[in-house]
């Protein structure tokens, strides 16, 4: 797929919750190789409209294409299937698993070999340059960290398309530059990412 097609588009979307409208009539695109910022206050529909892309809401009206492909998401696991991952403001972590069991959950049923998971999601931090000890206990971890881990899962799960919901919001000025590294480097992976924020 060329870098200037869109990774993901919304068309004509509306949501609505009873009286409430909560996104109506949106339209937009992010494209491969791209950061895009959803900027806008507390309230004004941001996350309800990225969790239609994610499979947590279905639109009312209008239509969601991921390449060039008009798709009907319906939950997490479909946005996942279409390579869309979203890491939310709570993560959701299981605090006494260590980063790599918490990586083999996420795959969900069956069993998996822990050693394989491991190598696999070393490759992936290594590749980005996270700060990650897979060994470690979440109880353990700082907020960034378990930010990291939450994003080495949905890339472990093969997402080329990443929604960050108010990402800085709990992170000190240091940690959000490294965040913007690691994004930076993922966009020039040729991978879509998508930054929901109240604050410039």
């Known amino acids: 797929m060329a870098q200037n097609e869109y990774a993901v588009r ?3 979307v509306t949501k609505t919750f009873g009286p409430v409208v909560a996104n109506k009539d949106v339209s937009l695109g992010v494209r491969r190789g ?11 529909g941001k996350t309800t409209l990225m969790n239609m892309i994610a499979g947590i809401y279905f639109p009312d009206e209008g239509e969601i294409y ?10 997490p696991r479909d946005a996942l299937d279409l390579g869309i991952g979203m890491i939310h403001q709570h993560f959701k972590l299981v605090d006494v698993f260590t980063a790599t069991e918490n990586i083999a959950l996420s795959m969900g049923g069956g069993s998996f070999d822990l050693k394989k998971v491991h190598e696999k999601a070393r490759a992936i931090c290594e590749k980005y ?6 060994d470690q206990k979440v109880y353990e971890m700082s ?3 378990k ?14 398309i990443l929604i960050l919901d108010e990402p800085t919001a709990v992170l000190t000025p240091q940690e959000t530059e490294k965040l913007f590294n690691v ?7 040729g991978k879509a990412i998508v930054i929901i924020t109240h604050k410039m």
Do not use: C, P, W
């Open 10 to 12: 919304l068309e004509h």
């Open 34 to 44: 791209e950061i895009l910022a959803l900027l806008g206050e507390n309230g004004s």
């Open 66 to 75: 991921v390449g060039d492909k008009a798709a009907t998401i319906r939950s």
């Open 129 to 134: 340059q996270f700060a990650l000890d897979l």
């Open 143 to 145: 907020v960034s960290q």
């Open 147 to 160: 930010q990291t881990l939450e994003i080495v899962k949905v890339l472990y799960r093969g997402a080329d």
């Open 183 to 189: 994004l930076r480097k993922m966009r020039d992976d």
